[in-house]
Each structure stands twice: as C-alpha cells, then as structure tokens.
C-alpha cells in the first residue's frame, strides 16, 4: 500500500493543547480523504463524515475526547498497554504476523521498539506497524516508545544499541560537565533522529538521585544531587520535546523516571529484580528524591513512570506507608505527584509489575540454566495477588498505562464486573490519545526512509556528540596527563590505529614507551549471576580486590613508565589503590578512543566535574546513608571535583 510520508507531517509547530491553524500534510493511501471548505481530514473512522476527532482544528484534548466516546470497552482497554513491537527470529526486523495479532487483535496502540538497525530500516519497519495500525476499525496510529539510543551502555531493558545514532556520553556524563544548554541541545538531536525514523517517546530521562553508590544504574542519572538533576532534566525534557512550553507536533513525548527513591536502592541491588525490591529513605529525604522531578515537571513532561522499588520509609510523620511497589501506591501516585507536586501527564507503570512471581521470580535460575525473562515480574507487594487484582490496584492507584504486557482482558474483566468504573477508564484514555493528537500522528503517522537515513548520526551530530564525550572527561590527576603529538605510547583499551590517527605512536612494550594510557572499568561483583539482570548488571563491591588482574596489570605497568589511568566510572569506584600508582587520573562517563585522545591532547579541554563523590573505602561506603547525597567520609574525591589539564581547579563556571 503506498502511503505519502514526511519528517514531522504537520506544517506549523504549535504550543501543547493548541488546535492547527493550517492545513496539516495528510499521510495518504491507507484512509479516505475527506474535503470540507477546501481543506483536507483523513475519515480515520470511514464513515464518510467529519467527526471531532478527525478535525485537526480542534484542540488534541477535544479530539480525544470524542475519539474516547467512539471507542468500545476493549479498544479503551488497549490503549492502557504498552508491550514490545516483537522482533523478527532474525532480530533485523518486527514480526508483522506477531504485530499483527497485538495491533488488530489486542487493540494495541503503543508498543516500545528494541529493534537495533540504522535509520533507514527503523523508519521502514516502524512505517510497516503504522499501517497495521491503519487497518483497524478505527485507524488509530501508534506510538511507538524507546529506551535511550544514545549512549554506550546496552543493557536489556534499560537502552537500546544504537545503531548508526550520533553518540554522547551517559546521562553523568552531562551530569559531569553541568551545562543545561548542552543537555537541551543533545535532546533536539535526539528528537530530530527520533522522529526521523517513527519514534514518538522517549521512556526517559532518568532523575533519580544516585545517594548510594553501589546502585547499578546511576550512569542512567545526572548525579546525586537533587537542585541540579533537577535542572538539567529539564533541559532532558525541553530538548526532547521541543520547547519549554510541554510537548510541540515536532517533539518527542518524554517519561520522566522512577517516581520516586530509586537511587537509595537497598545495599544497590536494582528494583528489577527480587533481591532489589525495596528502597531505604527517610521523609525528609524522599522530598529530595522528589524534588529532582521538578524541572522536568516545569517543562511540561508528558508522562512519569513510577519506581519498581517497595519504598521503607523512616520517620514520624504519622502516616503508613504500604508495602507495595510505587505503580501500586496511592499516596505516591496520588497524594506525592499529582497533589502536592501537581502532576497532570499521564503514569506508565514500569515493566512487569502486573506479571505472577513465581520461582524463577524469587529465587532465580537454577545452576546450569541461563536467565531469561522466562518468569520476569516486578509485582512487588502483590507478588500473591491475581493478575486482575494488580491491574486493579495499578489503575486504583493512578497508573493509566501498563509496560510490559499487551493483554489488556484483566482491565475489560474489572469494568464488567464493577471494580473499575468507566469514567476512570475514560480519563486514562483521553490522557493517552492526546499525546498523539498533539504529535500529529492522526494526520500522518509515517516517516520518510530516506530522509531518516540523512539524518540519523548526520555528521555534525556526530561531532557534537564527540566533543560533549571530551568535555564530560572528569581530570583527577593531572601530572603529565597532556599528550603531545610524537609521543611514544603503550597503550591498554585504546586502539592503536587511533592514535596514530592523532599523531601518537603507539609501542609494543611499556618499557619503550615514554606514557602509557591504560582504559579500565570500575570494579564490580557479579552476586546474583542466577537472575536475568543480576546476570547482566554491575553489583556489590565499588573496590578492587588485592589480587585483582587488572589492578595488578596496572601495576605492572606504572612501575615501568610514566601512567595514566582512565576508568570508566558506571558507578562511584573506590580509586584509593590507583592514586599512588599513576601518573594521571582521569573519570570517564562514556567516551571514545577518539574523544579520550582529542581531550588528552588538548584538542577538546576535558570540563567534567565529579557528579557523586568517589568514596576512599569500602567501610566508607558501608557507613554512609544509601538515601542521603554525598555523606561518605571523608571522600577520596569530593563532588564537583574536576582539574583542567595543567592541573588547576576548575571552576564551577567552567563545569557544573
């Protein structure tokens, strides 16, 4: 079927909630075209007549909400799911057949994309489920939602490869270099190569706070400190959905993550998992957590997505606080962000929490198998309850949208047998339906595949995307850390051909070298290998032991030549046994060997300033409140400690 496309399809940007004032481009083909007055309507109902939600000049929340009175109970009920557009066997492409049975059968209309392609066959694939879409009793366009594309870490539900995106450094690399300009500019490339390819939300940014340190998602976070995550994800969000004035046609939906005390994470083990399930805060602490949502409110964030975490809460204030995970509680979702912090989007509960936990929930794969999301749930606290029961909760709760599962038959069950009403149905509904009203996708849902491959990694977001990874390099040492052109070099994680690309000359032993550069990770534990994300993710201990191999490569090394050490810093490690041994010391939060050289030569002054301080002991940490920002004693580096490459102090005007 041939369809019209364009980049955006709607010719004049418009403020959130304003009607178009001028003929939107119509995508073509899939629906009859309806002619009133001269002016053009896509009859997404096919019934010949112009009904209000077929109008684009009214309001996105009028179009929504006689869409809404158009739509059966099971049609309602599919707008409140958010499953994975499944893949090809392959992985090169979607299932259409798969697709198909969600989309026609399931009434689906979001689905999240975890296709790894360039921007071409992204914009191809996610044109083919558009017009799935447009084939149903009413043409109701996808949203089609990602985890962030942008950066270096891959991991399985949490980012996406991305293939052929420009690439910057993690959110603490922004976090590192505090420039709320450079965040909102990373965010209007992002969109641009969003859009380009048929991606309308971003299930991101992440504000949680990263207070205790071993938690194996703070390189998602801008830092561990509440006033300024709070102004930078709201450059996150006036970036990505262009403009500070809410969501614009041409922007990108954001979901501001994870209402709320993530980042205090028991011992650090993460919320998707059950040995990661509960969170330690105190009242006055949770209100810090909180308030890094605020710039993203201020900008008019569209949608939040609730903590997977059963919040334990210390104080006395006088209120209890049940023992359920955020989707489930109403005083998070109800009294904490829309009453005291007046949130008005819409709430996407996180993957998994309306799934039964069984065995393989709880106690992880037996020895011998290899985790899968084979009995993947996130139903903390209502781990006993039914699948109806959770959806009941969720809804009851505040959630309007449920990740992770397109079986929207345990929300048409609860309305028929009275347990929901059809009026909290109705309003969920009209929430979500506006957001793709607002986008223009009911007016044209399709991208241009050519037009995706010019500007997905176009060369200047490719350069801009280099030097913010330069910028974001934080120095903590800076004796003789400057390279100069003709310098031998021994070199561990770099790529040789690299540097002799920057003028370097790259050696075969350290005892023939003049410098080494020697790229390391933090350290960390695999403790619960037996579980799909402990399998995959960077737990326990933030220090080397005595013996281990890369330290001891490391020492072996300094010993022989003049050394600089750059340790990618996905966690707050403990540097104390590299300090005395090398030459330099650099933090890196997601650079290049290109990016690593251009700063170390001066090329692109490396900015960054520690976002969380990097503790000096193990009992250091142990003693320190997993809830608190930078409380450690007596840190080895505090926050916002960065050098300039001749070792100065830089200042916060220069950084943060």
């Known amino acids: 079927m041939g369809v019209a496309v364009l980049l955006v399809g709607i010719a004049t940007p418009l403020a959130s909630g304003a009607a178009m004032r001028h003929q939107p481009v119509l995508a073509d083909g899939d629906v009859p075209v309806l002619l009133r007055g001269g002016l053009r309507f896509r009859d997404l109902d096919r019934d010949g007549r112009l009904s209000?939600?077929?109008?684009?000049?009214?309001?996105?929340?009028?179009?929504?909400?006689?869409?809404?009175?158009?739509?059966?109970?099971?049609?309602?009920?599919?707008?409140?799911?958010?499953?994975?557009?499944?893949?090809?066997?392959?992985?090169?492409?979607?299932?259409?057949?798969?697709?198909?049975?969600?989309?026609?059968?399931?009434?689906?209309?979001?689905?999240?994309?975890?296709?790894a392609a360039s921007g071409r066959v992204l914009a191809e694939q996610n044109n083919a489920l558009q017009r799935i879409a447009a084939g149903a009793r009413i043409a109701i366009?996808?949203?089609?939602?990602?985890?962030?594309?942008?950066?270096?870490?891959?991991?399985?539900?949490?980012?996406?490869?991305?293939?052929?995106?420009?690439?910057?450094?993690?959110?603490?690399?922004?976090?590192?270099?505090?420039?709320?300009?450079?965040?909102?500019?990373?965010?209007?490339?992002?969109?641009?190569?969003?859009?380009?390819?048929?991606?309308?939300?971003?299930?991101?940014?992440m504000a949680d706070l990263a207070t205790e340190p071993r938690w194996s998602r703070i390189n998602g976070t801008f830092g561990e400190d509440?006033?300024?995550?709070?102004?930078?994800?709201?450059?996150?969000?006036?970036?990505?959905?262009?403009?500070?004035?809410?969501?614009?046609?041409?922007?990108?939906?954001?979901?501001?993550?994870?209402?709320?005390?993530?980042?205090?994470?028991?011992?650090?083990?993460?919320?998707?998992s059950w040995y990661g399930r509960y969170a330690l805060l105190s009242v006055r602490s949770l209100r810090a957590h909180a308030d890094a949502f605020r710039g993203a409110f201020a900008a008019g964030a569209t949608g939040v997505m609730p903590t997977y975490a059963i919040l334990k809460i210390a104080g006395r204030d006088g209120r209890r606080y049940p023992a359920v995970g955020a989707a489930f509680s109403r005083y998070l979702l109800g009294d904490l962000l829309r009453g005291r912090y007046r949130f008005g989007g819409f709430v996407l509960s996180d993957w998994g929490v309306t799934k039964d936990c069984g065995p393989l929930c709880r106690d992880g794969f037996p020895a011998g198998r290899t985790p899968t999301r084979e009995g993947f749930s996130t139903?903390?606290?209502?781990?006993?309850?039914?699948?109806?029961?959770?959806?009941?909760?969720?809804?009851?709760?505040?959630?309007?949208?449920?990740?992770?599962?397109?079986?929207?038959?345990?929300?048409?069950?609860?309305?028929?047998?009275?347990?929901?009403?059809?009026?909290?149905?109705?309003?969920?509904?009209?929430?979500?339906?506006?957001?793709?009203?607002?986008?223009?996708?009911f007016e044209n849902p399709y991208v241009d595949p050519a037009q995706a491959a010019r500007i997905v990694g176009a060369p200047g977001f490719r350069a801009e995307g280099l030097r913010a990874q330069s910028r974001a390099l934080v120095v903590l040492k800076a004796d003789g850390v400057r390279i100069a052109p003709g310098t031998r070099i021994y070199l561990v994680g770099v790529d040789p051909a690299v540097a002799r690309a920057q003028g370097l000359i790259p050696v075969a032993r350290p005892e023939e070298a003049e410098r080494a550069l020697v790229r390391m990770t933090a350290p960390w534990r695999g403790e619960h290998t037996q579980y799909f994300y402990g399998a995959k993710q960077h737990e326990g201990s933030l220090a080397w032991a005595a013996d281990d191999p890369a330290l001891t490569a490391f020492r072996a090394v300094a010993a022989k030549v003049p050394t600089t050490a750059v340790v990618y810093l996905d966690r707050p490690a403990i540097l104390t046994p590299l300090v005395p041994l090398?030459?330099?010391?650099?933090?890196?939060?997601?650079?290049?060997?290109?990016?690593?050289?251009?700063?170390?030569?001066?090329?692109?002054?490396?900015?960054?300033?520690?976002?969380?301080?990097?503790?000096?002991?193990?009992?250091?940490?142990?003693?320190?409140?997993?809830?608190?920002?930078?409380?450690?004693?007596?840190?080895?580096?505090?926050?916002?400690?960065?050098?300039?490459l001749a070792g100065a102090p830089l200042r916060p005007s220069q950084g943060s």
């Open 226 to 272: 509440s006033a300024s995550v709070s102004r930078l994800v709201g450059a996150y969000v006036r970036g990505f959905q262009h403009g500070g004035n809410g969501l614009m046609p041409d922007g990108v939906s954001t979901v501001v993550k994870h209402w709320v005390g993530y980042g205090a994470s028991d011992k650090g083990y993460d919320g998707h």
């Open 52 to 115: 209000p939600f077929e109008d684009w000049r009214k309001t996105p929340e009028a179009r929504a909400a006689d869409l809404a009175t158009r739509m059966t109970l099971v049609e309602k009920a599919g707008v409140m799911v958010h499953d994975a557009a499944p893949l090809a066997a392959n992985g090169q492409g979607y299932d259409p057949a798969a697709a198909g049975a969600l989309i026609r059968d399931g009434h689906v209309v979001t689905l999240i994309s975890r296709l």
């Open 582 to 644: 090398a030459k330099g010391l650099i933090g890196e939060f997601g650079a290049s060997d290109a990016a690593l050289l251009d700063a170390l030569m001066g090329r692109v002054p490396p900015e960054g300033r520690l976002p969380f301080e990097l503790p000096s002991s193990e009992a250091a940490v142990a003693a320190q409140a997993g809830d608190l920002p930078h409380d450690s004693r007596a840190p080895l580096f505090p926050i916002g400690y960065g050098l300039t």
């Open 141 to 205: 366009p996808l949203t089609i939602s990602t985890d962030p594309r942008h950066h270096f870490q891959v991991l399985d539900g949490a980012s996406v490869a991305g293939t052929g995106f420009s690439k910057w450094p993690e959110a603490t690399g922004f976090g590192a270099i505090g420039d709320p300009a450079l965040v909102e500019r990373f965010g209007d490339i992002a969109r641009q190569e969003y859009r380009a390819v048929g991606l309308h939300q971003a299930l991101s940014p």
């Open 379 to 441: 139903a903390w606290g209502l781990e006993t309850a039914s699948v109806e029961d959770r959806f009941v909760r969720g809804i009851a709760a505040g959630v309007d949208q449920f990740g992770g599962t397109g079986d929207a038959g345990p929300i048409v069950a609860a309305v028929r047998g009275g347990r929901v009403a059809m009026a909290r149905i109705d309003r969920s509904v009209r929430r979500l339906l506006a957001i793709k009203f607002r986008l223009g996708l």
